[in-house]
């Protein structure tokens, strides 16, 4: 049932990708970002296949098919925020349209800078930390069950993009301890 809820919607971000393939071919910055988006996001979820997956572990390297996923879907991530960077700068608008092109286009290259980080990350935790896994079960965290390296992997990506929240202002009563 996972297998054809995943090709679905691979299927649907596909047909997306092939119908803007001549306005990414010869279009601009934008086009070409919102058919890589669809692009990457569709491979994250063909990789969530059993079929994929198949493929990719007889690489020799069980759960690749893993690692592709996640990076293919932070790449996607990435690419879809060009894309809303350059709709930003493609806007003809009054100074608060200029300032929030500036402001995506800094967010955009911190998030690139920092995904690409998180990448190498992953695929280090990936080789070095991860125990080969338990291929009795589908699913990542039940195959790398208590593998030390599972915390790190799996909150590489967390910590990118995901900020804590602040401290609440005290409202002056006795917190208890």
């Known amino acids: 049932m996972t297998d054809a809820f995943a090709y679905a919607i691979a299927g649907l971000l596909l047909i997306q990708a092939v119908l803007r393939v001549r306005s990414a071919w010869s279009g601009r910055r934008r086009e070409r970002s919102l058919w890589g988006a669809f692009a990457a996001l569709a491979v994250s979820w063909l990789c969530r296949t059993s079929t994929a997956n198949d493929l990719l572990d007889a690489t020799g390297i069980l759960d690749l098919g893993f690692l592709v996923k996640h990076a293919t879907a932070i790449v996607g991530i990435c690419v879809l925020l060009r894309y809303v960077t350059a709709v930003y ?80 202002p005290s409202s002056g009563a006795a917190q208890p301890e």
């Open 89 to 168: 700068a493609d806007a003809d608008g009054p100074a608060d349209v200029r300032r929030s092109a500036r402001i995506s286009a800094a967010v955009h290259r911190i998030a690139t800078r920092a995904s690409v980080g998180t990448i190498a990350a992953m695929a280090a935790t990936f080789i070095f930390l991860l125990n080969p896994p338990d291929t009795s079960t589908l699913f990542f965290l039940e195959r790398h069950e208590g593998d030390l390296g599972l915390p790190i992997y799996m909150g590489l990506p967390t910590s990118t993009w995901v900020q804590p929240p602040r401290s609440a």
